[in-house]
């Protein structure tokens, strides 16, 4: 074929438009990139804090045979060290970490325990018992323990969501009244929860003394069940209150563009 002005005109053409193609394809991809590593950014936390050490405990309990005080003892490394770090480094409180190593030593504690068949089903609600306890202690104390993990959960990790939930929970949102729903309700979100926890374990002592040991094998699974989907349901409302009110204040006051 012979080679043309018409020929050697298009080629260049076709390279720079194959080029501005990719390059206009680069930044959009690392825009998604950076955009998925923000949405998971926020998990993080829970996944270190509350993920890795029941992981640990169950890969050293059920993997490599370890006793239950020493697959605890394992489990309780990474919360101690996150919780050491932080109060030396940041001077602030790791909440999740702290929790987490509480309930192991808790385990380790009534590890010690023995008794009859009904003192073991008991013992065992004694976890919830710490674990619920802990989040109404915080809520009371101002620093609800479980909005560290609805947080992600309803930002998603978008810069604008994020801004407007610091705004609300500092009270420098656009408005007062907003800033006290949202306090309020965070506060009850935690609420929910740890009355939830607490009442699961009682419910798990009294069954474990007044119904048949056999009974009681598998109603403490029901049990656990039930107050989490009671947790679910009954928290709910005031999470979706908090999404409203995130949204609604991001909508008023945009978050800067980088």
């Known amino acids: 074929m012979a080679l043309t ?13 194959a080029e501005t193609a990719a ?14 590593h923000s949405e998971l950014a926020p998990l993080r936390p829970l996944l270190i804090d509350v993920a890795l050490p029941l992981l640990a405990y169950y890969a050293a309990h059920s993997v490599f045979h370890l006793s239950m005080i020493a697959s605890l003892t394992v ?5 101690a060290v996150r ?24 385990g380790i504690g009534l590890s010690a325990v023995t008794g009859d068949a009904r003192l073991m089903i008991a013992k065992d609600g004694a976890i919830s018992s ?6 109404l202690v915080s809520a009371f104390a101002g620093r ?31 408005s007062v009244g907003a800033s006290v729903s949202f306090r309020r309700c965070e506060r009850a979100f935690s609420l929910i929860w740890g009355t ?18 056999a009974t009681m094998a598998w109603m403490g699974t029901v049990f656990l069940v039930a107050a989490i ?9 005031a999470a979706g209150r908090i999404h409203g009110l995130v949204a609604a204040e991001a909508e008023r006051t945009p978050a800067p563009l980088a």
């Open 229 to 237: 989907l009671i947790g679910i349901v009954a928290g709910n409302a």
């Open 75 to 79: 489990s309780s490394v990474v919360p």
């Open 196 to 213: 939830v926890l607490v009442a699961e374990c009682v419910a798990k002592v009294i069954g474990a003394y007044t119904l048949p040991v």
């Open 23 to 36: 390059a206009g394809t680069a930044p959009a991809g690392t825009a998604a990139a950076e955009e998925k």
């Open 5 to 17: 002005a018409g020929n050697v005109m298009e080629q260049p053409a076709g390279i720079a438009q």
């Open 130 to 135: 710490v674990i619920g306890l802990a989040v």
């Open 144 to 174: 609800p323990m479980m909005t560290a993990g609805m947080r992600p959960f309803v930002v998603k990790g978008k810069p604008a969501m994020s801004a407007a939930w610091d705004r609300l929970a500092s009270g420098a949102a656009a």
């Open 83 to 106: 919780t050491v770090l932080q109060l030396v480094r940041e001077r602030s409180f790791n909440a999740f970490a702290t929790l987490m190593l509480v309930v192991n030593l808790a």
